[in-house]
């Protein structure tokens, strides 16, 4: 992503941890009210190392997440 000067806001995503842990079904539940940071946020979250997927009765399960994702620029 290419630095905005002043670009801030928070993207808020859902997304599900499956069975193999692998994050998939990535929604934006609320825009951070810049497109590109939105398109950022999501590009990071695909980037996710796999997770160790949820476990319920001894078996593996699909899980949901959300997560928000903080921008913030400092003035120097």
Known sequence: MQK??????T???????????????ITLLRSAGDESLDQEAK?????LPD?????????????QMAIPIVFSTKKN
């Open 4 to 9: 905005q000067k002043n670009a801030s806001g």
């Open 11 to 25: 993207a808020y995503y859902r997304f599900i941890v499956n069975k193999q842990g692998k994050v998939t079904n």
């Open 43 to 47: 590009r990071v979250i695909e980037m």
């Open 51 to 63: 997770f160790k997927p949820g476990i319920k009765d001894n078996k593996p399960v699909n899980v």
